[in-house]
């Protein structure tokens, strides 16, 4: 055997120990994905990893409710291989925005999740959050067979921090939760079985009469923390925290992020420590 061959022989023999299957799938058969809102998004990315180029659509700060795609998030999604969103009381643009993609895979990852009261923010009930993701994860297997073991696996791998934190959620003891800000938590509510007052029904402004029950129920009961959303605090969370004195606690949504490199773990468990402080108070 002359010395090139022994050579090339011994540098295939490395390869194939330090290059993985996984690994070279990766760099082969990447795929693009485009998801409507970061929850979405960030199941995607624990779902498919390496696996695919994954792109948030909605970017930190944007308003879901009155997202109209621009030319540019058009040819965005006409070059993508999947998109996802998260059900059409959320994105109303989501389906009408479909029909006119080509060659373009639409999943809904709301499928089998019940909705209440046209609510859209489903995800918030992490068991919800376990059938998205189950749901994401099939739709891709559907896509891309060859690697439906990883996606499948990831998923379940990721199911199982959701449900250690269903879990300290539903452990907690159950006290009224005030909330200052937008209120966008009912399946949370439901889920965990607090009960709440809100200054905002919907997304209505506070009526005077409102804002004074809202007001009297925490001097009444002498409350020390308020909710909001940490994007945007509006003048309304603002004159409340100021005419009580409570301090503002954050509890997001999830809706519109505040920062890039920012997953739902985090935010879920940032939401639990909010609450832990609220009762533990």
Same mark, same amino acid.
């Given at each position: 055997?002359?010395?090139?061959?022994?050579?090339?022989?011994?540098?295939?023999?490395?390869?194939?120990?330090? =290059?993985?299957?996984? &690994? %070279?799938?990766?760099?082969? +058969? /990447?795929?693009? !994905?485009?998801?409507?809102?970061?929850? #979405?998004?960030?199941?995607?990315?624990?779902?498919?990893?390496?696996?695919a180029?994954?792109?948030?659509?909605?970017?930190?700060?944007?308003?879901?409710?009155?997202?109209?795609?621009?030319?540019?998030?058009?040819?965005?999604?006409?070059?993508?291989?999947?998109?996802?969103?998260?059900?059409?009381?959320?994105? =109303?643009?989501?389906? &009408? %925005?479909?029909?006119?993609? +080509? /060659?373009?895979? !639409?999943?809904?990852?709301?499928?089998? #999740?019940?909705?209440?009261?046209?609510?859209?923010?489903?995800?918030?009930?992490?068991?919800?959050?376990?059938?998205?993701?189950?749901?994401?994860?099939?739709?891709?297997?559907?896509?891309?067979?060859?690697?439906?073991?990883?996606?499948?696996?990831?998923?379940?791998?990721?199911?199982?921090k959701?449900?250690?934190?269903?879990?300290?959620?539903?452990?907690?003891?159950? +006290?009224?939760?005030?909330?200052?800000?937008?209120?966008?938590?009912?399946?949370?509510?439901?889920?965990y079985?607090?009960?709440?007052?809100?200054?905002?029904?919907?997304?209505?402004?506070?009526?005077?009469?409102?804002?004074?029950?809202?007001?009297?129920?925490i001097?009444?009961?002498?409350?020390?923390?308020?909710?909001?959303?940490?994007?945007?605090?509006?003048?309304?969370t603002?004159?409340?925290?100021?005419?009580?004195?409570?301090?503002?606690?954050?509890?997001d949504?999830?809706?519109?992020?505040?920062?890039?490199?920012?997953?739902?773990?985090?935010?879920?468990?940032?939401?639990y420590?909010?609450?832990?402080?609220?009762?533990?108070?």
């Amino acid at each position: 055997m002359n010395f090139k061959k022994f050579f090339f022989i011994l540098n295939l023999f490395f390869f194939i120990l330090t =290059e993985t299957p996984e &690994k %070279i799938f990766a760099e082969e +058969k /990447n795929f693009s !994905v485009t998801c409507s809102l970061f929850p #979405v998004y960030d199941f995607t990315r624990e779902i498919a990893g390496d696996f695919a180029d994954i792109h948030l659509l909605l970017k930190p700060g944007a308003e879901p409710h009155e997202f109209e795609p621009t030319p540019l998030d058009i040819k965005i999604l006409n070059n993508s291989d999947v998109f996802i969103f998260t059900n059409a009381n959320m994105e =109303e643009w989501a389906k &009408k %925005i479909s029909l006119s993609l +080509k /060659n373009v895979r !639409v999943f809904d990852a709301s499928e089998g #999740v019940e909705i209440f009261n046209n609510d859209p923010h489903i995800w918030l009930d992490l068991d919800n959050a376990q059938k998205m993701v189950m749901n994401i994860a099939g739709k891709l297997s559907e896509t891309k067979p060859e690697l439906s073991e990883i996606f499948m696996r990831n998923a379940e791998d990721y199911c199982g921090k959701l449900k250690e934190l269903d879990k300290k959620f539903s452990g907690l003891n159950k +006290k009224t939760l005030v909330f200052a800000g937008e209120f966008a938590f009912g399946y949370f509510i439901r889920r965990y079985g607090f009960d709440f007052i809100s200054a905002y029904d919907g997304e209505n402004e506070p009526s005077l009469k409102k804002m004074a029950e809202i007001l009297k129920f925490i001097n009444e009961n002498r409350i020390k923390f308020i909710f909001a959303e940490s994007f945007g605090l509006s003048a309304i969370t603002r004159s409340i925290a100021e005419q009580t004195g409570a301090e503002i606690l954050f509890f997001d949504s999830g809706e519109k992020i505040p920062q890039e490199n920012f997953t739902f773990l985090k935010l879920m468990q940032s939401n639990y420590e909010a609450l832990k402080k609220f009762i533990d108070e």
